[in-house]
């Protein structure tokens, strides 16, 4: 029986064409207990093109995701309420890139209207999203050390309920690239980003996108994901990262099992940011 789901999105994030009813309706088919929806908020392009002074980079460069935010927030609400006594649909979003601007980071955190605050970090400063980097040019290790800084430096921060996909680069160094990375030069930064995190009473989640990408494994995989448990982390969400309504739910049973497999007895997802735990 599949859960939660606790990382989706809709056709307000720049990467999905999904209407929110259709990801509903699979929600319910699901019978998930509990869903969150969590569109792309990226920070480091809150403003609009004529602010930066700049060009997109890309066919996906998108600007202003200050409208974004408010067409999310305003159309997850009215979702909840059409959906009230049929599912708990939770009122998310993804902050990407919560360290271009940590006091606007806060202060959407603490907007009463929302439940839930993924934080992810997709790209370094004056850099494209790790999806567009051509890792022969590239030094991969370079990258993840200053990854796994701001990482570190986003889990000190009150700006969130849960980080996300923590070994997000994975995904296109090691899954599409094929470069093998020794995970152990970065298992001391984990560490204390897990610390940290568990000191705020917040929590990660295991992103289970990497079961049906060519990484074959989730974000973290298991290594990391005992590190957190024996390092006294209880809080974890399960997200597909679905961004269709096909791929949502994808790999939660496995998810599942895995977080069992780790010490894990529940899993949990987030009201007015606050964890509400289920029993695996």
Aim: charged share 25%; net charge negative; with cysteine.
């Amino acid at each position: 029986m599949l859960l939660t789901d606790c990382h989706t999105h809709t056709e307000i994030s720049p990467d999905s064409q999904a209407a929110l009813s259709a990801m509903c309706r699979r929600a319910q088919e699901l019978h998930l207990q509990a869903y969150a929806v969590t569109d792309h908020i990226e920070l480091c392009r809150w403003y609009s093109q004529g602010y930066y002074q700049t060009m997109p980079r890309n066919e996906e460069d998108f600007f202003d995701y200050a409208a974004r935010w408010e067409r999310s927030v305003q159309q997850n609400l009215l979702a909840r309420d059409l959906l009230a006594g049929k599912m708990q649909l939770i009122n998310g979003i993804e902050l990407g890139e919560p360290n271009a601007d940590f006091g606007l980071a806060q202060s959407l955190y603490q907007d009463k209207r929302l439940d839930f605050v993924i934080a992810s970090l997709h790209e370094l400063p004056d850099q494209l999203d790790f999806y567009f980097l051509d890792y022969q040019k590239e030094n991969p290790d370079a990258l993840l050390e200053d990854y796994f800084s701001i990482l570190l430096e986003i889990s000190r921060k009150n700006c969130f309920d849960v980080l996300g996909h923590v070994t997000y680069p994975l995904r296109y160094i090691a899954g599409e690239a094929g470069i093998k990375i020794n995970m152990q030069k970065y298992t001391d930064m984990l560490a204390e980003c897990f610390r940290n995190v568990i000191h705020q009473h917040k929590g990660i989640e295991l992103n289970t996108s990497g079961y049906r990408q060519k990484y074959g494994r989730p974000f973290p995989d298991e290594d990391l994901l005992k590190l957190y448990r024996d390092l006294g982390g209880k809080i974890l969400t399960l997200g597909s990262d679905a961004h269709q309504p096909a791929d949502l739910g994808g790999g939660i049973a496995q998810g599942q099992e895995l977080a069992r497999s780790c010490g894990f007895d529940q899993i949990c997802y987030f009201l007015h940011h606050e964890p509400h735990f289920i029993k695996l």
